[in-house]
């Protein structure tokens, strides 16, 4: 019984490391990241444009809110996050991660 036990165990942790090596618990790390770190303000077609790094508790949104002088909720969330997508090559507001940089909207 000690062998089946064993056995059986040895097959859950194989499994458990084929899985891991194969798909991987973290879809977030095939994000390439970027290496640079721009403090400027860019303008690329009428849109102004701020690289930052995130910080722990940071949302796109708040980063947003900080950096435009609009704070008062006139701009939809649907259009910053369509605009952060576009600035970041399609990513996701909700898959920013910590110590990233980011391109973020500036709205005036």
Same mark, same amino acid.
């Given at each position: ?9 040895? &097959? ?27 403090? *400027? *303000? ?18 796109? &949104? ?9 704070? *008062? ?14 600035? *970041? ?16 909207? &500036?709205?005036?």
């Amino acid at each position: 019984m000690k062998k089946f036990l064993a056995f059986i165990s040895a &097959i859950i942790i194989l499994y458990s490391v084929y899985y891991d090596m194969r798909v991987g618990t973290i879809p977030a790390a095939s994000y390439p990241s970027q290496q640079t770190i721009e403090n *400027n *303000n860019q303008t690329t077609t009428s849109q102004q444009v701020a690289t930052v790094q995130v910080d722990p508790g940071d949302t796109v &949104i708040s980063i947003v809110e900080k950096l435009s002088s609009t704070s *008062n909720g006139t701009i939809s969330i649907e259009k910053i996050s369509k605009d952060f997508s576009k600035l *970041n090559n399609g990513i996701k507001p909700t898959d920013i991660q910590i110590g990233q940089i980011y391109k973020f909207p &500036i709205y005036n």
